[in-house]
């Protein structure tokens, strides 16, 4: 899902890595402000991608949140839907992720190697008690134990999954704080896991941050790389993340995919642009 054009050089870095391992349909949810070029991306045969016009349920904070909640109920009952960030790189085959929202209806994926107990992950889960509509117990059973942190960025699920009505009725109400559907996902998997209708993507090679890359998972090891919070434009936030995704730019801008050398130098970006602008200036050196 593109909303404004600050991720379109992500989009088509995400989309160009995904064609390397995955053959079938792809859509992206554009809101107008994105639509023009995002329609160019898609529409390069090296891509060969749809795109769906969308019109966010409201504009303002979470706005994006709340829209990730909704989008795959959107789409026919018979798909097996993969959702992914526009910050991401593939380097590995999904059909795991696929096989497991087809199994269980709906598959989250662990966040390297966090869990529920961490103390950020505990304080963001414990900021929803505030919100009547949503079941505290919940909050309780994942602070009891370690359970896997989920993380939206990538997640799957059929459209009609029981889980995502729900998930979306308390991301709106927890909507005025710090990313409330990622919050809320974890409530769904402490809910719906038990009757397995949801599931967890374990050990983070499916949600991996390249600055928080879990000790023992292999470069090699890793389908999916996670540039959260701009981490492949930022060396002082990542080194490794400039060193992963900076090639993969270079190479679509090389072949021009997307038009990308007609509008990459206009995307409002402070991060990227200083990127484009400074990068061979600084050391890459591990």
């Known amino acids: 899902m593109l909303s404004g054009m600050a991720h379109l050089p992500n989009l088509v870095c995400a989309t ?29 045969s090296r891509i060969d ?9 409201f504009h303002g904070k979470s706005d994006t949140y709340v829209d990730k909640t909704r989008l ?7 798909d097996d839907v993969l959702f992914l960030d526009a910050d991401v790189l593939i380097h590995g085959h999904l059909e795991p992720l696929f096989d497991g929202i087809e199994l269980y209806g709906c598959m989250a994926t662990q966040f390297c190697d966090w869990v529920s107990t961490g103390g950020s992950i505990s ?17 309780d059973t994942l602070l009891e134990r370690p359970w896997p942190s989920v993380n939206t960025g990538i997640f799957g699920a059929k459209p009609d999954s029981p889980v995502l009505p729900l998930w979306h009725q308390w991301t709106l109400a927890a909507k ?4 409330p559907d990622e919050k809320v996902m974890h409530l769904m998997v402490a ?15 499916w ?18 790389w996670h540039f959260h919070g701009d981490s492949g434009w930022r060396i002082e936030k990542s080194r490794k993340g400039v060193q992963l995704w900076y090639p993969v730019f270079c190479e679509c801008l090389d072949k021009n995919i997307g038009g990308i050398q007609d509008w990459y130098k206009d995307i409002p970006s402070k991060w990227f642009q200083t990127l484009i602008r400074e990068i061979k200036t600084w050391d890459l050196s591990i």
Do not use: M
């Open 72 to 78: 795959i109920q959107t789409l026919p009952a018979s």
């Open 123 to 139: 304080k963001r889960i414990n900021s929803l008690r505030q919100f009547p509509e949503i079941d505290s117990s919940l909050i």
């Open 191 to 205: 809910k719906f896991g038990p009757t397995n209708e949801i599931s967890v993507a374990g050990g983070g090679k």
């Open 16 to 44: 160009q890595t995904l064609r390397k391992y995955y053959d079938g349909l792809i859509d992206v949810f554009a809101w107008k402000e994105s639509l023009p070029i995002v329609k160019r991306i898609c529409g390069d």
């Open 176 to 179: 005025d704080t710090f990313i």
């Open 49 to 57: 991608a749809g795109f769906i016009p969308w019109e966010p349920l």
């Open 207 to 224: 949600n991996c941050s390249p600055k928080l890359q879990p000790v023992g998972l292999a470069d090699s090891d890793v389908k999916i």
